[in-house]
Every structure is written in structure tokens, then in C-alpha cells.
């Protein structure tokens, strides 16, 4: 069984930071692309940030600039700094990893559980 644990959202000031942590465990055999995406109050779930396990990223253009990802594969761990925040990114984050379980011969998509970011003063 796979699941992604994500911890770091809260409350912070408009151009304040956040670091954002996302852990996969489970029967791992490997883990392909991971990302975070973030859903406002109503709208629609978004793409904020992706890399490939080669370390290739991708990002919003929202947040280009302002926004990193990096991973760590050793810890099967991905991570969103967060700087210069703004109102707008107000919304919970979700994690998600493209991930080969053990036992099985294909990959499946997996979500974190969410968490809140909430840039407000």
C-alpha cells in the first residue's frame, strides 16, 4: 500500500515563505514524475509545479520565479519553497506522484490528502 503524507502549509503574511514536504511510502519500487497542484475555493484543481525523476520541473506561470521544486529521491520526498507569496495562492495543495508499486506492472497516480496555505494579513 502507497501513500503520500504531506506536511508545511499554514498561515503566513503576503510576501512571506512556505516549504511545502511531501513523503511517499508504502511498497515503492519506484516513483516516476511528482508534482503539487492547488485548489482555490471555487475552482478548478491546478498544476502549480512537476518533476520528472530526472529532475526536469515545470511550473505554473503563476508561480515561475517565485516557486521551487526539488525532490529527494533517496527519500522518496518532494518539496515546494514558496516565496513572495501572495493572496492568490491561498488554497490547499495537494501532492501527487506517478509511482510503481512492488507487485505490480504498471504505475498508478497517487494524492496526498491535502494541505491548507492560507497568505493573508
Known amino acids: 500500500q502507497v501513500q503520500l503524507v504531506e506536511s508545511g502549509g499554514g498561515l503566513v503574511q503576503p510576501g512571506g515563505s512556505l516549504r511545502l514536504s511531501c513523503a511517499a511510502s508504502?511498497?515503492?519500487?519506484?516513483?516516476?514524475?511528482m508534482g503539487w497542484y492547488r485548489q482555490a475555493p471555487g475552482k478548478e484543481r491546478e498544476l502549480v509545479a512537476a518533476i520528472t525523476s530526472g529532475g526536469r520541473t515545470n511550473y505554473a506561470d503563476s508561480v515561475k520565479g517565485r516557486f521551487t521544486i526539488s525532490r529527494d529521491n533517496a527519500k522518496n520526498t518532494v518539496y515546494l519553497q514558496m516565496n513572495s507569496l501572495k493572496p492568490e495562492d491561498t488554497a490547499v495543495y495537494y501532492c501527487n506522484a506517478d509511482i510503481y508499486p512492488y507487485g505490480l506492472g504498471y504505475a498508478n497516480d497517487y494524492w496526498g490528502q491535502g494541505t491548507q496555505v492560507t497568505v493573508s494579513s
Open positions: 508504502g511498497s515503492i519500487f519506484s516513483i516516476n514524475a
